[in-house]
Nanobody, 118 residues
Framework: VQLVESGGGSVQAGGSLRLSCAAS????????VAWFRQAPGKEREGVAV????????RYADSVEGRFTISRDNAKNTVYLQMNSLKPEDTAVYYC?????????????WGQGTQVTVS
């Protein structure tokens, strides 16, 4: 299983970025995909999660209303649209696969993509 994130970068406060997570080699049809982030000196935290079937999503309180997770199953890709970015959103963002609804027990991870908000 391979996860490849892209779309990170530097942006001013109030700006937007869209992250992508492309998955390959995973054969299950029902699963959760999640975005996490880790800021310097802090633990990794769950940001958003989406189920592979239907439209179930969940967000951390800190990003609710600003971030949107979506998926394109035909492309095996999950997106994280981030709007109204704040300096406190600065972190390395990771996608995770094959875990739980509450951002626990994820078995597969991408390499991460840096998001810097100034």
């Amino acid at each position: 299983v391979q996860l490849v994130e892209s779309g990170g970068g530097s942006v001013q406060a109030g700006g937007s970025l869209r992250l992508s997570c492309a998955a390959s080699g995973y054969t299950r049809s029902t699963y959760f995909v999640a975005w996490f982030r880790q800021a310097p000196g802090k633990e990794r935290e769950g940001v958003a999660v989406i189920h592979s079937q239907g439209h179930y999503t969940r967000y951390a309180d800190s990003v609710e209303g600003r971030f949107t997770i979506s998926r394109d199953n035909a492309k095996n890709t999950v997106y994280l649209q981030m709007n109204s970015l704040k300096p406190e959103d600065t972190a390395v963002y990771y996608c995770g696969l094959d875990g739980g609804l509450s951002w626990v027990d994820y078995n597969y991870w991408g390499q991460g993509t840096q998001v810097t908000v100034s």
